[in-house]
């Protein structure tokens, strides 16, 4: 079984361009999530999706950021204009149970570096 | 204050050690309660899955819970340079998401 596919793994722009990361969850995992890492900070929650639906954008911080997932499977984070604060890593992750007790599949990762 | 309290570390044993992380939090509403190890450049995979207090059992890994005191813990027996890592402990209510602790490295010596 193929696992959370993420790309880019690393993108470097600058401050005021735009970025688009993408997500691919396990086929099947109706449950995606948006998590993102800051330079000493902790993983925090961004979004989640169930199927196409935003379920809970809660942890979104700005409206620079855009995500979306049109027909329920792969997922897109956009962030317009970028600022310098942006940069961390940031995860997706799936899960097949509403309720997460199958426990979370995280991605890799896409490191963003806003310069 | 944070929601979960994590020791960043590193901690540093000798193989065959036995390895204890622990992380305290706050929110009462917590009500499940995970172990991820995280390899450099990776992302979390998850080891532990507890919703319960007591003791939870796989292989090498113990988790525990204590709700009480809103504390948990995971021990790792007989520890391999192949765990060093960072874990991270993470935690959830009744909705779908997770607060991470800060997370611990864990170095096994040969």
């Known amino acids: 079984e193929a696992g959370v596919t993420q790309f880019p793994s690393h993108s470097v722009i600058e401050k005021g361009q735009t970025v688009t990361l993408r997500c691919d969850p396990i086929?099947?995992?109706?449950?995606l999530y948006w998590y993102r890492r800051v330079m000493g900070k902790e993983i925090k929650f961004l979004l989640h999706?169930?199927?196409?639906?935003?379920?809970?954008e809660s942890g979104m911080p700005n409206n620079r950021f855009l995500a979306e997932r049109t027909g329920g499977t792969y997922s897109t984070l956009k962030v317009q204009p970028a600022e310098l604060e942006d940069s961390g890593v940031y995860f997706c992750a799936s899960s097949q149970d509403r309720t997460g007790r199958d426990g979370y599949t995280f991605g890799s990762g896409t490191r963003l570096t806003v310069v | 204050q944070k929601e979960v309290e994590q020791d960043p570390g590193p901690l540093s044993v000798p193989e065959g050690a036995i390895v204890s992380l622990n992380c305290t939090y706050s929110?009462?509403?917590?009500?499940?309660f995970m172990w991820y190890r995280q390899y450099s450049r990776k992302g979390p995979e998850l080891l532990m899955y507890?919703?319960?207090?007591g003791n939870k059992e796989d292989g090498r890994f113990t988790a525990q819970v204590d709700k009480s005191s809103k504390y948990i813990s995971l021990f790792i027996r007989d520890s391999q340079p192949s765990d060093s890592a960072t874990y991270l402990c993470?935690?959830?209510?009744?909705?779908?998401?997770?607060?991470f602790g800060g997370g611990t490295r864990v170095l096994v010596k040969p």
């Open positions: 507890t919703y319960s207090s």
């Open positions: 929110n009462s509403a917590f009500q499940y």
């Open positions: 993470a935690m959830k209510a009744a909705g779908n998401k997770l607060t």
């Open positions: 086929s099947g995992h109706d449950n």
């Open positions: 999706f169930v199927k196409e639906s935003k379920q809970d």
